[in-house]
């Protein structure tokens, strides 16, 4: 699995339009909780590079604007750190803080 960074809000709309499955993580830089996820997450993502869905990442911080169309595109309360899985234009599975898990992220996608 590689990192994809979301930079525009049209990158949110191509994945609001998408029927594939796609994962987003909100991070925000500034954040020891969002930190200590993200750092988890590369770890868990590194030991699973099989897994073909897309993993997207946006600074919450550098990239609000983006941050704001994912939570109103999907319909999600905002919060950071924040991991989603969502597929045709559906936020089907979120977590933020602590339940933030690669395994239980993951885990939707066989559902």
């Given at each position: 699995m590689n990192?994809?960074?979301i930079n525009s809000e049209?990158?949110?709309e191509e994945i609001y339009k998408?029927?594939?499955?796609?994962i987003i993580y909100k991070h925000s830089?500034?954040?020891m909780t969002s930190l200590m996820a993200y750092r988890?997450?590369?770890s868990d993502v590194n030991a699973v590079p099989e897994v073909d869905v897309p993993l997207y990442i946006v600074d919450v911080i550098n990239n609000r604007?983006?941050?704001m169309a994912i939570a109103n595109s999907f319909q999600v309360q905002h919060q950071s750190p924040q991991i989603l899985v969502v597929k045709n234009g559906e936020c089907i599975y979120d977590a933020s803080h602590e339940a933030i898990s690669l395994r239980n992220t993951l885990s939707v996608l066989s559902e």
């Open positions: 990192w994809i960074t049209e990158d949110v998408s029927s594939d499955y796609a830089p500034r954040c988890q997450l590369k604007s983006e941050s």
